[in-house]
Structures are given as structure tokens and as C-alpha cells.
């Protein structure tokens, strides 16, 4: 009797309506917490930026203090400048928390900007009357600003206090309304779970119902939804009967591991309506190439597989390779668009290579992975592929890690303008904090990255932090424009400008202050796409510079047509500039042929004085090297700056 109540229609109907209006109810309360802790947390942001506003203002006063007594200790006119400098450096603060800050820090802003205008100005005029000489003056001025500051740090004590109280009793606040709604969120998953025990009832009376599917269900299991073909668990299945088969019979198998050589660019470019229907005329070309006997699989995604029974030897599965790139490399016709594909073969036999169906698999997979990277079409697994491999899997696993880690440390390296000697800019260099080998040159992972597909998310990742460390070092003052190097996969990626327009919108910094360097290679790759991401970018206003010019294909036609604002000669070419004719004349004809094209020149590798003064005597623009120095860490390439900076000082009083 039971089980005819739990399959009558109204006892499912109310079972399933009942645990409906449950688990919406617990969404309901789980989404309610979600936007109430998103609530506290963004009212929280705007408690520690004002918080942080209020101590740049207490820090900006410190350091104005330090320096008024430094100057007065001294009295030296050398000292006074950063007491200047520091007179009004909290200016923006304040005008910040007027602008920005809560009714309260506006109040306050306004209160302790009057008392820090009245401050900054006896710092001025202290300086001004040392600047005279008048030393009496200078220290009654000074002292007027002590009693000032008196004042000033009193009411800067009593906002950072009262800040303090406020950040805590909204957090306080904030957890008791989070704490009732765990409580009713409780509630409801205990109502919601004694509706799931009711739902499992019904669900058991429906049992013989799924029985009847359970046939249907099990071919789906085993097919791709998309091909038709077999899928993985199949070919699995088969490949261990073909090799039970083939310990009875002693006829050797074979199996083919194929990746598709140009699917991601047209998936991506022309959508994923495309890319299903390209892997479907993909399955069928793969099942006529092959036997009857044969088993054509799909793996996932743009990866295939066909099982050789009976191959006999690697002969006859080359045989069969071949036909199987015939039928790939003909141009597939997607409703009046031709699209190129080819593939990348990897070909493991049993017994030979292996000893098992997965062993099997993963030495396809080992051959199908050097064919790719060696773009040889087709490989045979060999032993000597397993070490290199293995290496490769390692370091593609530990980059994974490292960017989801942030391992990757960013150099800078600056450059200089050859005329003035400016520090103009930086460039990013990649390094790897290796927890196991230390920090790792580019080397050691960019080539593994550019071939797995990590080269864009590590892009991403450069492009990130470069960005954030170009803001920090533009609110500390120092307005340095940064450089990064854009590898072809980004260069090919239609959606590539609007990544960089988001990460530059998210830093809130003017496109002006990035460059992008692009290698010739990326270009001739695929020079039309190319072509069109690079105006999206140029459109930006983000500048775009050629690296290692004259070391590639060094193509004067696409030069002239890319739409790019510099050009970087290798500093293959600079560093022998002096010693080998052909260097320096190669140098001479790159900086004329640029600068005919109006592009700036960018010399790398400037190692000595010497070489300077031959680019500047060419019309050199900006030079980049050891020269000025050797790539830094952000905190060091500061202190470098800094002391460049004092040194140019020197200099000019001198």
C-alpha cells in the first residue's frame, strides 16, 4: 500500500512542489547572506580606504615633521628642500576625504585641512626664511608650525580613534545579522532535508521506471553526444579486449592518439556552432579513413582516437597515419567558409611499446605530444620520449600551480631616453620563484607555456601585477610607463584588446603608460589577425613596440604596415656594435629604415658608456641595458630610481 501512495500523481506532485518551495526558501535565505555579507564587506572597504586616507594624512604629517627638524638640526639649505616637498603633501588626502569620505570625514577633512593649510604654510615660510638666511625668523616660524602641529596631530588622533570605534561596531553589527540568518538558514535545511527523505520515497516507487532507461542510459554512457563515436570509456573497454585478443593470437595492435592542430583559433573565431559542426565532419572523414574493425573515438574536446586491431607493424600503422592526414588536411567547407585544420598523430603499438590498455594510452599520448611540439605530423613512441615528457608534464603541473600561487615575480629593467638621460620607462621581465630550484629564468618555463596553452593565462597574470605595481608607483609619486611582452597566442586572440582595456580600466590608469612588445614571428603568423588585434590595441592607446627586430623574418612589408609606434634592435647587434663591422652596420640601417617609418628606436643590450655615445651619435631615442642597469625587483628598482634621481640633483646644483 505504501508504494502505490508514494506513485500516485498528487503524492509527487506534492512532494516535489513542497521540496521546491524548501531548497528555494534556503537559496533564498543562502543568497540573502551572500548579499548581506557583500554588503558588510564592501561598507568595510570603504571603513579601511577612508581609515587609510586619514593615516596617509597622519604619515604625510610625520614625515613633514621629520623633515622640519632634520632641516633645523642641520641648518643647511640642502635640507630644506624636502621640507618643501613634504609642505601639502597631504593635500590630496584631504581633498580625497571631502570628496569621497562619510559626512563625518568630510566635517573632519575640513577641520584638520585648515589646520594642515595653516601648517604647511609655516613650513614654507620657515624655508623661505632660511632660504634668506634670517635664521631667527626661520626658527619663530618653525616654532609657530610645532604649535600648529600641536594642534593638528590632536585632531587627527581624535578622527583616527573615532574611526577605529566605527569600524568596530559595524563589525559587531554585521555579525550579529549574520548569525540570525545562519540560524534561519538551519532551519530550513532541516525541514528541506526531512523533504529530501520524502522525496527518496518517491523516488524508490519510480524504480522499475528507471530500470526501463537503464539500456538507453547505458549507450549514451558510452558514446560521445556530440560525434557519435566512441568515447573514452569505450575505447577503454575495447582496447583491453583487443589486447586479450591479441595475447590468443599474437597479432600486435596499434593505437593513434590525434589532436587537432587549428581548432581553438576557429572555435574561438567563428563560435562553438562552428567548432560542433567542424568536429563532427571531423568524426566522419576519421571513421572513412579507417577500417570496419576499427574503433574512431572522441577523447573531449579537439582530441580523437582510433584502436588498430591486427595492425601488424608500424609500418602499416604509418600507412594508415597517412590516410588519416589526407583526409584532415582537406580543407573542410563550414556553411561557404574553407577552414584548414591538420592534425598531430601520436602512434603507441602493443606489445612493442607497452604492456597495458592505459599504458597504452599514455605512450600515444607521450608520441602524439612530440609530434606536436616537433611538428612532425606523426610520431611513434619511442622510449627516449618518456624523460622529456615526464620533464615537461612536471613544469607544465608546477606553472599551474605557481600562477594560481603567484610564484612569478616580476623584473624591471629600465630605459632611458639617449638624449636626456631620463629615466623613461621599464620593462617586465618574468621570473619564477621556484620553490624547489629558486628563482628560474624565462627559459626555463615561457617555452613550455607558448606550447600547452599557459602563455595566455600567464599573459594575464604579468600583465596583472604590472599594472598594479604601475598605480602603486604612480600614487608614491614616480610615474614610470611599463612594457610587457605579448606572446602570438595573445597576439591571435580576437579578444585580446578587451582583456587589456579591462585589466587597465581596473587599475585606473591611462592606456599611454603600457607598451605591448610583439615578436616579427607573431605577426607573420598570421599577419591579417594580427593586424586587426593591433589596431583594437593602437585604438586604445596603448603603444606597441616590435622586439628583437632583425632577428627573425625581419619583413620591411609587414613592417610598414603594422601599426606600431617603436621598434627594439636586438641586442645581439648593439653589444657588438663597436668590435663587428656587420653589427654596427646592421644598426645603422635598422635606426634609418625606423626612423623613415617614424617609429622610435629602442637599443637593448647597452652595456657601456662607449656604445652610448655611438647610438646618441646615431639619433638613437631610448636605450635599455647594463649600461643603466641590470633588471630589478620593484622595491629595488625604486631605491634605483631614487638615487638616480638625487644623483641627477646633485649634478644639476653642481
Excluded at 18 to 26: E, F, N, P, V
Excluded at 349 to 362: C, I
Excluded at 423 to 434: D, F, M, N
Excluded at 543 to 561: C, K, N, P, V
Amino acid at each position: 500500500m505504501l508504494s502505490n501512495w508514494v506513485e500516485t500523481r498528487t503524492t509527487v506532485q506534492t512532494t516535489v512542489v513542497s521540496l521546491t518551495i524548501g531548497l528555494a526558501t534556503l537559496a533564498g535565505l543562502a543568497l540573502w547572506t551572500n548579499l548581506s555579507m557583500q554588503r558588510a564587506a564592501t561598507h568595510l572597504h570603504e571603513l579601511n580606504e577612508t581609515s587609510d586616507r586619514w593615516g596617509l594624512v597622519v604619515q604625510n604629517v610625520d614625515v613633514a615633521d621629520h623633515a622640519l627638524t632634520d632641516y633645523l638640526r642641520s641648518g643647511t639649505p640642502v635640507m630644506s628642500q624636502p621640507v618643501a616637498t613634504a609642505a601639502g603633501a597631504a593635500d590630496e588626502s584631504l581633498r580625497w576625504l571631502r570628496d569621497h569620505g562619510a559626512p563625518a570625514d568630510v566635517r573632519a577633512a575640513r577641520i584638520v585641512g585648515d589646520l594642515y593649510g595653516d601648517y604647511s604654510g609655516l613650513l614654507r615660510e620657515t624655508v623661505a626664511e632660511g632660504d634668506r638666511g634670517d635664521t631667527t625668523a626661520a626658527l619663530q616660524k618653525a616654532d609657530q608650525a610645532e604649535l600648529t602641529l600641536a594642534s593638528l596631530r590632536k585632531q587627527l588622533s581624535t578622527v583616527v580613534q573615532l574611526k577605529r570605534l566605527e569600524t568596530t561596531d559595524y563589525l559587531r553589527a554585521a555579525e550579529m545579522q549574520n548569525g540570525n540568518l545562519r540560524i534561519a538558514a538551519l532551519v530550513a535545511f532541516l525541514i528541506d532535508l526531512g523533504l529530501v527523505g520524502l522525496c527518496g520515497l518517491v523516488l524508490l516507487g519510480h524504480r522499475r521506471k528507471i530500470l526501463r532507461q537503464a539500456a538507453r542510459s547505458e549507450h549514451e554512457a558510452m558514446h560521445d553526444a556530440l560525434t557519435g563515436l566512441a568515447n573514452r570509456t569505450l575505447l577503454t573497454q575495447r582496447t583491453a579486449q583487443a589486447i586479450r585478443r591479441s595475447n590468443q593470437t599474437g597479432d600486435p595492435l596499434g593505437l593513434f592518439l590525434i589532436d587537432l592542430n587549428r581548432f581553438k583559433p576557429i572555435n574561438d573565431t567563428l563560435g562553438h556552432a562552428f567548432g560542433d559542426k567542424l568536429l563532427q565532419l571531423v568524426a566522419n572523414r576519421l571513421t572513412g579513413a579507417v577500417r570496419d574493425v576499427d574503433t574512431v573515438a572522441r577523447l573531449g574536446g579537439d582530441e580523437f582516437a582510433v584502436l588498430l586491431p591486427s595492425v601488424s607493424t608500424s609500418d602499416n600503422a604509418l600507412i594508415v597515419a597517412e590516410r588519416v592526414h589526407r583526409a584532415l588536411d582537406e580543407a573542410v567547407d563550414l556553411e561557404g567558409l574553407s577552414v584548414d585544420v591538420g592534425c598531430s598523430i601520436g602512434i603507441a603499438l602493443y606489445p612493442t611499446d607497452s604492456a597495458d590498455a592505459h599504458e597504452l594510452l599514455k605512450h600515444a599520448d607521450i608520441a602524439m605530444y612530440a609530434a606536436k611540439r616537433g611538428r612532425l605530423g606523426t610520431s611513434v613512441y619511442e622510449p627516449g620520449l618518456d624523460e622529456h615528457h615526464a620533464a615537461q608534464l612536471t613544469v607544465i603541473s608546477d606553472l599551474r600551480r605557481a600562477l594560481d600561487q603567484c610564484e612569478l615575480v616580476l623584473h624591471y629593467q629600465p630605459k632611458a631616453d639617449l638624449r636626456s638621460g631620463e629615466v623613461c620607462g621599464a620593462e617586465v621581465l618574468c621570473r619564477w620563484q621556484h620553490p624547489a630550484h629558486g628563482l628560474l629564468g624565462p627559459d626555463r618555463f615561457i617555452p613550455a607555456a607558448e606550447e600547452t596553452g599557459l602563455i595566455e593565462p600567464l599573459t594575464q597574470y604579468v600583465l596583472d601585477h604590472a599594472l598594479a605595481q604601475c598605480q602603486a608607483w604612480h600614487l608614491a609619486g614616480w610615474d614610470v610607463p611599463i612594457s610587457v611582452n605579448v606572446g602570438a597566442q595573445c597576439l591571435h586572440d580576437m579578444t585580446f584588446p578587451e582583456q587589456v582595456a579591462a585589466a587597465l580600466k581596473h587599475h585606473g590608469l591611462d592606456a599611454a603608460v603600457l607598451t605591448l612588445e610583439i615578436t616579427e614571428s607573431a605577426i607573420i603568423a598570421d599577419p591579417h589577425r594580427a593586424t586587426d588585434v593591433l589596431t583594437r590595441l593602437r585604438e586604445l592607446g596603448v603603444r606597441l613596440s616590435i622586439d628583437d627586430f632583425g632577428t627573425g623574418y625581419s619583413s620591411i612589408a609587414y613592417l610598414r604596415t603594422m601599426p606600431v609606434h617603436e621598434m627594439k634592435i636586438d641586442r645581439s647587434f648593439t653589444t657588438n656594435m663597436r668590435t663587428d663591422a656587420s653589427s654596427g652596420a646592421i644598426t645603422r640601417s635598422l635606426l634609418g629604415l625606423a626612423h623613415n617609418l617614424e617609429l622610435e628606436v629602442v637599443a637593448e643590450g647597452v652595456e657601456d658608456e662607449e656604445t652610448w655615445a655611438v647610438l646618441a651619435a646615431l639619433g638613437c631615442d631610448i636605450v635599455q641595458g647594463y649600461c643603466l642597469s641590470k633588471p630589478l625587483p620593484a622595491d629595488e628598482f625604486v631605491t634605483w630610481l631614487r638615487e638616480r634621481t638625487l644623483a641627477e640633483l646633485v649634478v644639476t646644483a653642481d
